[in-house]
T-cell receptor, first 112, second 109 residues
């Protein structure tokens, strides 16, 4: 199984909602990543979990909250988002923290 | 100046043409990654390189560490190759990953 799965595929939420994005891999990878991608822009790294230790991109607002329940699962909790947070959210994993990453199909988020 | 530059930004070609996409970087790296992103968003890893050349089917990737340059070639291009091709580097100094802005390729039938 060389797949990274993400749910949901699409999410529409209001600015007062709380929602979560989910990511799962069963490749035994010990590093998992959340990226945000706006249209026609490259992905921007938000968070990295490596051996269940979190590294944060300090520019990411606190309304995004990652959680790594175990080495196969990565969640991104969303609260009080803004319309400018609408984007494609990509999850990726790799054997160790680095560059050889497997990407999930993404969750397309729209904030109204 | 961006630390990772890709060229061209956009490329339209006829089916069958030989395609070259370039990636130049200005920092010390330990590895370079070529990624393909189709409309709809999914990203597929094509190659990871730290030296030399790799080939997979119609795709060839090369890297010249001294010149800080990598190329992605597509032979006998096909409309299904239409996608955005992204170069990403892993920096030596802090393991930070930097993405290029991507090259949007459109192959006409």
């Amino acid at each position: 199984d060389t797949e990274v799965t993400q749910t949901p595929k699409h999410l529409v939420m209001g600015m007062t909602n709380k929602k979560s994005l989910k990511c799962e891999q069963h490749m035994g990878h010990r590093a998992m990543y959340w990226y945000k991608q706006k249209a026609k822009k490259p992905p921007e790294l938000m968070f990295v979990y490596s051996y269940e230790k979190l590294s944060i991109n300090e520019s990411v607002p606190s309304r995004f909250s990652p959680e790594c329940p175990n080495s196969s699962l990565l969640n991104l909790h969303l609260h009080a988002l803004q319309p400018e947070d609408s984007a494609l959210y990509l999850c990726a994993s790799s054997h160790v923290q680095g560059i050889a990453q497997y990407f999930g199909p993404g969750t397309r988020l729209t904030v109204l | 100046k961006n630390e990772v530059e890709q060229s061209p930004q956009n490329l339209t070609a006829q089916e069958g043409e030989f395609i070259t996409i370039n990636c130049s970087y200005s920092v010390g790296i330990s590895a370079l990654h070529w990624l393909q992103q189709h409309p709809g968003g999914g990203i597929v890893s094509l190659f990871m390189l730290s030296s030399g050349k790799k080939k997979h089917g119609r795709l060839i990737a090369t890297i010249n560490i001294q010149e800080k340059h990598s190329s992605l070639h597509i032979t006998a291009s096909h409309p299904r190759d239409s996608a955005v091709y992204i170069c990403a580097v892993l920096m030596n100094r802090d393991d930070k990953i930097i993405f290029g802005k991507g090259t949007r390729l459109h192959i006409l039938p």
